[in-house]
């Protein structure tokens, strides 16, 4: 079993920024991926940024520029550096974890969220 902590997150005016992390502990062979997704109110969750081994990364169209996904190996933990902060970017952000066991076969974890809330 593996478990995700989430912390930051909280409430910023526009332009504003913030910093979450998430850890993973647990039974972990080797993780595939590690990112973060959104869900605001009213609308599905959504893809925000992904990294995954070998260093590759992925954005959404609407936080590219703005918002940074970096990772410590060593840690097992992901970063989301949020810069230029929007009131769209309020919502709920998870982390997400895919761990790579042997044989192939996959898992997927999430985190418990934190809101993120940005004021106009």
């Known amino acids: 079993q593996v478990q995700l902590v989430q912390s930051g997150g909280g409430l910023v005016q526009t332009g504003g920024s913030l910093r979450l992390s998430c850890a993973a502990s647990?039974?972990?062979?080797?993780?595939?991926?590690m990112g973060w997704y959104r869900q605001a109110v009213g609308k599905q969750r959504e893809l925000v940024a992904k990294?995954?081994?070998?260093?590759?990364?992925n954005y959404a169209d609407s936080v590219k520029g703005r918002f940074t996904i970096s990772r410590d190996n060593a840690e097992n933990t992901v970063y989301l550096q949020m810069n230029s902060l929007t009131p769209e970017d309020t919502a709920v952000y998870y982390c997400?974890?895919?761990?790579?066991?042997?044989?192939?076969?996959?898992?997927?974890?999430w985190g418990q969220g934190t809101q993120v809330t940005v004021s106009s």
């Open positions: 997400n974890v895919v761990v790579m066991v042997p044989a192939g076969r996959k898992y997927n974890y």
């Open positions: 990294t995954i081994s070998g260093g590759s990364t």
């Open positions: 647990g039974s972990i062979f080797s993780i595939d991926a």
